[in-house]
């Protein structure tokens, strides 16, 4: 699958902002989605992830109470709205799929980069203070 992210941008500590991630081929809804998020200078960190029905959804401790991770698969598009930014959220943006109709959450599994097939461009986010 193809991935193309967007809807980065700057904006100030505590405000929102909502990612996108757009699919083209045919397996997004088969596929278990995630965002990662690469600082400068920094390795490529888990943020959250979702199955592929949206059952069951999990998130990176920094993430948990202020980012939400969606997905509509008849639009093969996949969300995450960010609330309450913080200057340790920035960082570019990454969504990636593995085909795979597995739960999230339930221990470490799809947490790593390397389980994970397809990668987007990235997205710049920036967070001011």
């Known amino acids: 699958v193809q991935l193309q992210a967007s809807g980065g941008g700057s904006v100030q500590a505590g405000d929102s902002l909502r990612l996108s991630c757009v699919a083209s081929?045919?397996?997004?809804?088969?596929?278990?989605m995630a965002w990662f998020r690469q600082a400068p200078g920094k390795e490529r960190d888990y943020v959250a992830a979702?199955?592929?029905?949206?059952?069951?959804?999990d998130y990176s401790d920094s993430a948990k109470g202020r980012f939400t991770i969606f997905r509509d698969n008849a639009k093969s598009t996949l969300y995450l709205q960010m609330n309450s930014l913080i200057p340790e959220d920035t960082a570019v943006y990454y969504c990636?799929?593995?085909?795979?109709?597995?739960?999230?959450?339930?221990?470490?599994?799809?947490?790593?980069?390397?389980?994970?097939?397809?990668w987007g461009q990235g997205t710049l986010v920036t967070v001011s203070s």
């Open positions: 081929g045919d397996t997004f809804s088969r596929s278990l």
């Open positions: 979702i199955q592929w029905s949206g059952v069951t959804t």
């Open positions: 990636a799929a593995v085909e795979t109709r597995a739960p999230v959450g339930r221990g470490p599994r799809y947490k790593a980069a390397t389980d994970y097939d397809d």
